[in-house]
């Protein structure tokens, strides 16, 4: 099959091309502003499927939107005609169409060349009135407010919010991905005359961006927003996109004795949190035990012995564990418990509590096993 998109170095486009690899479509025509303007004949003649994404929305000129939204999708229609190609065409188009300045005409303009292509043809044709689109390899000040405050906090510069109260709709490129794919095999989300993206999120300003700024202290506190929100675990992810490339690593406050070493790596208010515990050799560490608070341990290298006894008993129960066979042991509340370093090398134990340590009600009490 072959896929002729317009607009392929665009936001939407490097996205769609790639995700098309990715299932299987390698026939793919990619046609740019840099492109030579002769190949548009031959990708009109031989494509089968025409995803047409180039468009204008930040000119110089005024008179570029409808040179752009209007003049090259006739164009681009009229080089299909000329060669007789049926092949199903996917317009984006904006909710801004509905909005009387020129670049909501010039959408407005674009549409009605593909209803009436299709009045004319019958050729299949699907507009998709987007709302804003966020993700991966957008572009500050240009694409979306998403990628302007993910790119200026994720750099500490400032960010302008005119009205904290405004609220924006979005769709994350994914789902709009995904809707196009569902087109492509002919099978869009249709309301009335227009297709949609199903799946829209709604934020005002101010909490997107107080969300985003959260995200880059997340990076002192240890604290994970809450990813059960879709589209908080999709800002993470397009917030993610934008680090500068010198600054995907950051030291974590590593608490240091002569016994080895203790670090907090993840905090979260609804999962609890995760740390990195090192061992030297013959060292124990524990011997308390809580009310309520309960743990996962996790030995990835070295060897260990984990100790458990109930606080009302005198019985003591073992467990031997070690980095050669991957294996939890639970921390049932109630129990007093130590885990000592039984090898020659370091013991590094991965733990989950299910809260976060609170100075405050530590619900820590010494007690050896």
Same mark, same amino acid.
């Given at each position: 099959?072959?896929?002729?998109?317009?607009?392929?170095?665009?936001?939407?486009?490097?996205?769609?091309?790639?995700?098309?690899?990715? *299932?299987?479509?390698? *026939?793919?025509?990619?046609?740019?502003?840099?492109?030579?303007?002769?190949?548009?004949?031959?990708?009109?003649?031989?494509?089968?499927?025409?995803?047409?994404?180039?468009?204008?929305?930040?000119?110089?000129?005024?008179?570029?939107?409808?040179?752009?939204?209007?003049?090259?999708?006739?164009?681009?229609?009229?080089? $299909?005609?000329?060669?007789?190609?049926?092949?199903? #065409?996917?317009?984006?188009?904006?909710?801004?169409?509905?909005? /009387?300045?020129?670049?909501?005409?010039?959408?407005?303009?674009?549409?009605?060349?593909?209803?009436?292509?299709?009045?004319?043809? /019958?050729?299949?044709?699907?507009?998709?009135?987007?709302?804003?689109?966020?993700?991966?390899?957008? +572009?500050?000040?240009?694409?979306?407010?998403?990628?302007?405050?993910?790119?200026?906090?994720?750099?500490?510069?400032?960010?302008?919010?005119?009205?904290?109260?405004?609220?924006?709709?979005?769709?994350?490129?994914?789902?709009? $991905?995904?809707?196009?794919?569902?087109?492509?095999?002919?099978?869009?989300? #249709?309301?009335?005359?227009?297709?949609?993206?199903? @799946?829209?999120?709604?934020?005002?300003?101010?909490?997107?961006?107080?969300?985003?700024?959260?995200?880059?202290?997340?990076?002192?506190?240890?604290?994970?927003?809450?990813?059960?929100?879709?589209?908080?675990?999709?800002?993470?992810?397009?917030? $993610?996109?934008?680090?500068?490339? /010198?600054?995907?690593?950051?030291? $974590?406050?590593?608490?240091?004795?002569?016994?080895?070493?203790?670090?907090?790596?993840?905090?979260?208010?609804?999962?609890?949190?995760?740390?990195?515990? @090192?061992?030297?050799?013959?060292?124990?560490?524990?011997?308390?035990?809580?009310?309520?608070? *309960?743990?996962?341990?996790?030995?990835?290298?070295?060897?260990?012995? @984990?100790?458990?006894?109930?606080?009302?008993?005198?019985?003591?129960?073992?467990?031997?564990?070690?980095?050669? +066979?991957?294996?939890?042991?639970?921390?049932?509340?109630?129990?007093?418990?130590?885990?000592?370093?039984?090898?020659?090398?370091?013991?590094?134990?991965?733990?989950?509590?299910?809260?976060?340590?609170?100075?405050?009600?530590?619900?820590?009490?010494?007690?050896?096993?």
């Amino acid at each position: 099959m072959n896929i002729l998109v317009t607009g392929a170095n665009g936001f939407v486009g490097k996205n769609l091309v790639a995700e098309l690899r990715n *299932n299987g479509y390698n *026939n793919i025509f990619e046609f740019t502003r840099e492109s030579d303007p002769s190949l548009l004949g031959k990708y009109t003649k031989e494509c089968d499927f025409v995803f047409h994404l180039a468009g204008v929305n930040r000119p110089k000129n005024e008179n570029e939107f409808m040179e752009g939204n209007f003049g090259f999708t006739s164009k681009l229609l009229e080089l $299909l005609k000329k060669h007789g190609n049926k092949a199903p #065409i996917l317009i984006t188009s904006s909710i801004q169409a509905v909005k /009387d300045n020129p670049y909501g005409k010039s959408k407005k303009a674009g549409e009605e060349l593909l209803f009436n292509y299709y009045e004319e043809t /019958d050729v299949k044709v699907y507009v998709y009135r987007l709302p804003n689109l966020f993700g991966k390899w957008s +572009k500050p000040n240009y694409n979306t407010v998403v990628a302007t405050y993910c790119h200026n906090i994720a750099r500490g510069l400032d960010i302008q919010i005119n009205n904290p109260d405004v609220e924006i709709n979005f769709s994350y490129i994914d789902d709009v $991905l995904e809707e196009f794919l569902k087109a492509l095999e002919g099978n869009p989300t #249709i309301q009335g005359d227009y297709c949609v993206v199903p @799946i829209t999120h709604h934020i005002k300003l101010g909490k997107l961006a107080n969300l985003i700024k959260s995200f880059k202290e997340s990076r002192h506190n240890l604290n994970i927003a809450n990813m059960e929100d879709p589209l908080t675990k999709k800002l993470y992810s397009t917030y $993610l996109s934008f680090l500068p490339e /010198d600054e995907f690593s950051y030291d $974590l406050k590593m608490n240091s004795d002569e016994r080895g070493s203790f670090t907090e790596f993840i905090r979260t208010p609804e999962r609890g949190q995760v740390s990195i515990n @090192i061992s030297k050799p013959g060292i124990t560490k524990g011997n308390h035990w809580h009310h309520t608070k *309960n743990e996962k341990f996790l030995v990835v290298s070295g060897e260990g012995l @984990i100790r458990f006894r109930k606080i009302d008993s005198e019985d003591i129960i073992e467990y031997r564990v070690s980095g050669d +066979k991957l294996q939890v042991i639970d921390i049932p509340a109630g129990y007093t418990h130590s885990i000592v370093n039984i090898g020659e090398s370091d013991l590094v134990t991965v733990m989950w509590a299910n809260e976060c340590f609170d100075p405050d009600k530590p619900d820590t009490y010494f007690l050896e096993v």
